[in-house]
Nanobody, 125 residues
Framework: QVQLAESGGGLVRPGDSLTLSCVASGRTFSGYGVAWFRQTPGAEREFVAA????????FSSDSVKGRFTVSRDNAKNAVYLQMKNLKPEDTAVYFC??????????????????WGQGAQVTVSS
């Protein structure tokens, strides 16, 4: 069992940067895929980015490619989502998730067993 805790959300202006952190407790991320999803009221959770712990391969959605980067820190057992050039449409609750998805399911929320509580990111002028 792994517990996930996100931090780093907040209110920023369009064009600003923000980094979200996801720290695991209970066990390490080793062997897991770790992903970020986001959700707005009334909508499905949307895949943002993911990282495979074993080989550090990363994936990101087209809507954030070139602006968001997912990375990890083994020593801190943490995964980060660095967000640059934020836009109002990036406003959402961001969730960290861990699981054992196969390559073809990396972008699907149902492939992840463990979820954090979410962090609100609001982009507004």
């Amino acid at each position: 069992q792994v517990q996930l805790a996100e931090s780093g959300g907040g209110l920023v202006r369009p064009g600003d940067s923000l980094t979200l952190s996801c720290v695991a407790s209970g066990r390490t991320f080793s062997g897991y895929g770790v992903a970020w999803f986001r959700q707005t009221p009334g909508a499905e959770r949307e895949f943002v980015a993911a990282l495979r712990w074993g080989n550090s391969n990363t994936f990101s959605s087209d809507s954030v490619k070139g602006r968001f980067t997912v990375s990890r820190d083994n020593a801190k057992n943490a995964v980060y989502l660095q967000m640059k050039n934020l836009k109002p449409e990036d406003t959402a609750v961001y969730f960290c998730a861990a699981g054992t998805p196969i390559l073809s399911t990396m972008t699907q929320s149902r492939a992840y067993s463990y979820w954090g509580q979410g962090a609100q990111v609001t982009v507004s002028s």
